[in-house]
């Protein structure tokens, strides 16, 4: 009997232990009292849970034993214990990790910002997207003090170029663009390539600065690094966000060509010219714009979906996107698709696993720097009308009156190249990375991660035959001209970067008052690539038929876009490093970092570089902090970081000489070689400051660096004796320092009402210290008779080409007939493309469920270099002409007298076309321009549709619009000064104008649903 009563009694505890009950209640923050939406309760050691309401409402069916675990991003969690409760409110406080701001460091370690003593700065997923830009890299300048960004012009297919703080390398084989980290592991590829991360997978984003900063990533994070963190899954029910954008661009400050004159030249009329120095346009004669012709309304498309759920062991997110992104040229597009997948699994509470793949798919035809012949385009000859009735180009002049050298000068119409031509760029990446993680015990993390980064792209592109060898008296003057019989070419290509990593933690006290965190590991890389052209002329396209078979003439001869090539290239990389910090009651911080690193591309294989970094709270030391005053830390720092040099540069190169009777191979002395290459090396001290006031509602951070970067890997000119023209080698020396400032502000925070605010400031100052022997100038790319150019004791980022003659207060000298007289000398220093600073203002307003938020970014100095309008001058184009053409002016100069002295020019000389391309066009000096701007970057207003949809499947709605580019207040005459010409290496080629497509103004539409 007694047995049975026990198992009675048993039974009944049973089934009273795991009765259902529903229980419902209300979650709030305990900053503002208000509901929290979208909160996650989850039954512990369950698959269970649910979700919280517009009204931070939820209900859930659990047992008496159970536990319920409150949870959301940014507050801490709370776990209850149901036993006989019905109704369960939960108040969520605000995470001390969110107090402290943790913020992701090298090799993905999440640490609080207070600990370190370096210049870091943190964007949040809605900072990142603020502004809707298709390339989130592109929007990044005004948001973070010290980034500069420019971009190659209104294409969707147009470069990014990214610049943190300064340039660090002055050779043009240089990269000085800062190294992207996806989820702790490195990606190839500049601004540009990490413009194939989709924003809206963003979680956050963290920017390193400074030497110290970035020392443990090593050699490749010289220029700095960007860490970016994609979204997870979160444990609890899944949730699914959509997100829907349409967007409308046109052309904003396109050059205005003149409309009164027609083509010709010294104001006659003459055959066979473009341009616009003939005589005035005839009454009665139509003219056409053809500028806005060509350039209409781009629309740009984005999809995307993703979902994200799990549990307390298994997480997993998931995201797809799809964007069309069709330009105001026509044919000039890029779509793009993206596919994000991660999950993670804890194996055991020591074992824990994660895996992701993010695979982009493009395809695309872009327009490049292609402007110069739109411009150029006669205003009385429609350049739509490309086509004969019978589908042949119509061409520009009466070819029958042209003998067989003037026909293969005439101009192409452009449109034809756009809608009869055709080319295609298909690419695929996949970033592949994998992570193990294990904790043997307390305080110990050993981790394990593989990051494999596999690129593939093809460029297909045919011209359509210009021209048959019928139409050529002498058709043997086509065979140095083989192209304008068609042309065909294939350039298929594709790189990999394989990444290994062994990394260790361990977090000990040593006394009760200080901690230690140690941190150890071990990095490899190979990187690998092909690159091949193949192609040929006299193609013809009977059926579309793409074919090697399909073309008359291949060459290997690098003088034709067609040639054949095959370039093979391989890097190795290997590093190891190490971690201490030292940790005092959370007052002091102090630590040291050291790396040795190996590399494939350096005769001195291995080199080792040190940091230091020291940081006190002094408001907490000294107990300052009050109602006013709440928080301050002085900071500092010092690094040294390597860097290595571009591939294949210590070794003798060979090439195929057709001068050789057998056709043979010889050294390619134009390729500089070095016999012994060493890393460059960069030296940075930094101090700077935290100060918090008002309860932390205003935050100053303020960073003060210097930089100093020897050792600069310079090809140079040597004497033939040597064997060789030129030489790669390690001479020169340069030095950077500046000052940046962040604050921010709260000012309104309330229930109903919410204003922030914040500003970022900084400028750099460069000078080149020291460069070989004999040497004055390291130039870059030419453009005409302009170069960036790097000067001796002077700025890195220059600008060199021809001026006037000019006496010692900088006036020009004209002679006795009142014409300015011209240097001789070339490569004077003519302008300087640093800015005197950088400043950027963000603000939101939020109220109730309408917010708005704006950009309004500026700098300060930096010259640009115009030159689409030196075209505009040069072919009779240009704007001015209507007005100042062939009337009298006075140059602002001054002429000497015979004893010494000066007096002002007063002699005029007449405007027209000889007097222009004599004493104007061919000084360069006269197209540097100031590129200070203002510039209204964006301005989105949102509503938030939530509390509407309170018995729908939506969990929240949300619809914005964005202006981008409203507003731009500068003196620059072309389209953007914040241009680049496309490339991000040397002295870099931001400031350079070069017949980009004009910039776009944008109207955004998004939509946000979540469910």
């Not at 949870?71 to 214990?81: H, M, N, S, T």
């Not at 914005?960 to 953007?976: C, E, M, P, V, W």
Request: a neutral charge; glycine letters at 10%.
């Amino acid at each position: 009997m007694k047995k049975q009563l026990l198992l009675l009694f048993i039974f009944f505890s049973a089934v009273s232990s795991y009765a259902q009950r529903t229980v419902t209640g209300v979650v709030t923050s305990s900053e503002d009292k208000r509901p929290v939406i979208g909160a996650s309760v989850l039954v512990k050691g369950t698959t269970m849970g649910t979700m919280t309401d517009v009204d931070g409402k939820y209900s859930i069916k659990v047992s008496d034993n159970s536990t319920l675990v409150f949870r959301y991003v940014g507050l801490e969690d709370a776990q209850i214990k149901v036993g006989k409760q019905s109704v369960i409110n939960v108040e969520l406080k605000l995470s001390s990790i969110q107090i402290e701001e943790v913020v992701v460091t090298a090799m993905g370690v999440k640490t609080e910002k207070k600990k370190l003593n370096f210049a870091v700065q943190s964007l949040s997923a809605d900072e990142i997207i603020a502004g809707q830009s298709s390339n989130f890299v592109s929007s990044l300048q005004g948001k973070v003090a010290g980034i500069q960004t420019s971009s190659s012009g209104g294409s969707p297919n147009a470069s990014t170029q990214v610049i943190i703080r300064a340039i660090s390398s002055i050779n043009p084989s240089q990269n000085n663009e800062p190294l992207f980290i996806v989820d702790g592991m490195p990606m190839s590829g500049g601004g540009t390539a990490a413009g194939d991360i989709n924003p809206n997978d963003i979680e956050s984003m963290t920017v390193l600065k400074g030497a110290a900063a970035s020392a443990l990533y090593g050699q490749d994070a010289a220029n700095g690094a960007i860490m970016i963190t994609t979204k997870s899954g979160k444990a609890g029910k899944v949730i699914v966000n959509a997100n829907a954008s349409v967007q409308i661009d046109n052309s904003v400050r396109v050059p205005e060509i003149q409309q009164i004159y027609g083509p010709g030249s010294q104001g006659f009329y003459k055959e066979f010219t473009t341009g616009g120095w003939g005589p005035l346009i005839s009454s009665g004669e139509k003219t056409y714009d053809n500028v806005s012709n060509f350039l209409g309304t781009g629309l740009y498309q984005k999809y995307d979906v993703s979902a994200s759920g799990g549990t307390d062991k298994f997480t997993a997110y998931a995201s797809a996107n799809y964007s069309m992104s069709d330009g105001v040229v026509q044919n000039d597009y890029k779509d793009k698709l993206g596919v994000l997948l991660k999950a993670s699994y804890e194996i055991s509470k020591y074992v824990s696993l994660s895996m992701q793949s993010n695979y982009v798919e493009t395809k695309s035809r872009g327009f490049g720097n292609s402007m110069s012949s739109i411009y150029s385009w006669p205003i009385n000859d429609d350049m739509r009308n490309y086509k004969n009735s019978n589908g042949s180009i119509r061409w520009l002049y009466d070819m029958s009156k042209l003998n067989d050298d003037e026909k293969l000068d005439v101009p192409m119409n452009p449109n034809w190249s756009r809608y009869e031509d055709h080319s295609i760029t298909e690419s695929t990446r996949n970033i592949l990375q994998g992570s193990l993680d294990w904790k043997p015990i307390k305080n110990l993390v050993l981790s394990g991660k593989v990051s494999y980064d596999k690129s593939h792209s093809s460029y297909d592109a045919y011209t359509t035959p210009r021209f048959s060898r019928d139409d050529f008296t002498d058709p043997s003057i086509l065979n140095s001209n083989l192209s304008v019989l068609g042309e065909y070419i294939y350039s298929p290509s594709s790189s990999s970067l394989l990444t290994v990593q062994g990394l260790g933690t361990y977090k000990f006290k040593l006394t009760p008052d200080i901690d230690v965190d140690l941190l150890a590991g071990v990095e490899m890389k190979d990187q690998q690539g092909i690159e091949a052209n193949m192609g040929g002329a006299e193609f013809l396209l009977p059926g579309e038929f793409y074919s090697m078979q399909n073309v008359g003439t291949i060459s290997t001869d690098g003088a034709y876009d067609y040639a054949m090539s095959l370039y093979h290239y391989k890097q190795n990389k290997f590093g190891y490093f190490g971690e201490l910090r030292l940790d005092y009651k959370g007052i002091a911080h102090i630590s040291a970092t050291g790396r040795q690193d190996m590399s494939s591309t350096l005769t001195q294989k291995s080199y080792f570089y040190p940091s230091v970094t020291a940081g006190l709270v002094f408001s907490e030391l000294f107990h300052l902090s009050n109602d006013v005053f709440s928080y301050g830390k002085v900071r500092g720092n010092w690094a040294k970081v390597g860097k290595d040099g571009p591939r294949y540069r210590f070794d003798r190169n060979f090439k195929q000489w057709s001068s050789f009777p057998d056709g043979g191979f010889g050294v390619d002395a134009t390729v500089g070689s070095s016999n012994k290459l060493f890393p460059e090396m960069t030296k940075s001290w930094e101090i700077g400051t935290d100060l918090r006031f008002f309860t932390d509602h205003t935050r100053l951070d303020f960073a003060y660096y210097s930089t100093t970067v020897s050792n600069q890997i310079v090809t140079v000119r040597v004497s033939p004796a040597s064997g060789m023209i030129l030489q790669t080698r390690n001479e020169g020396a340069l030095e950077n320092y500046g000052i940046e400032a962040q604050l921010s502000q709260d000012i309104i925070m309330n229930k109903e009402f919410k204003w922030t605010a914040g500003v970022n400031f900084s400028l750099n100052r460069g000078k080149v210290v020291s460069l070989p022997e004999g040497m004055t100038e390291i130039q870059g790319t030419q453009y005409g008779d302009i170069f960036p150019t790097a000067f001796l004791n002077g700025s890195t980022t220059a600008i060199s080409g021809k001026d006037y003659k000019r006496n010692s207060d900088g006036a020009i000298l004209c002679d006795e007939e009142g014409y300015p007289i011209i240097d001789s000398a070339k490569g004077i220093l003519i302008g300087d493309r640093e800015p005197d600073f950088l400043l950027g203002l963000t603000s939101s307003f939020q109220w109730k469920n309408f917010s708005v938020s704006f950009l309004l970014d500026t700098r300060k100095g930096g010259d640009v270099v115009n030159v689409t309008g030196r075209s505009l001058f040069s072919n009779g184009q240009h704007k001015s002409y209507e007005k100042y053409r062939n009337r009298e002016i006075i140059v602002e100069g001054v002429v000497e007298q015979a004893d010494g002295t000066y007096l002002p020019n007063t002699k005029p000389i007449i405007f027209n076309q000889t007097n222009m391309s004599t004493y104007y066009n061919a000084v360069s000096s006269n197209f540097i321009e100031d590129g200070s701007y203002i510039r209204l970057s964006y301005v989105t207003l949102a509503y938030d549709f939530t509390r509407y949809l309170k018995k729908t499947a939506f969990k929240g709605l949300k619809a914005s619009i964005t202006g981008r580019n409203l507003f731009l207040l500068t003196k620059y005459s072309g389209s953007d000064p914040q241009i680049s010409g496309g490339y991000a290496s040397g002295t870099g080629s931001f400031g350079i104008d070069n017949f980009a497509i004009p910039n776009t103004r944008s109207f955004n539409l998004t939509l946000n649903a979540t469910f």
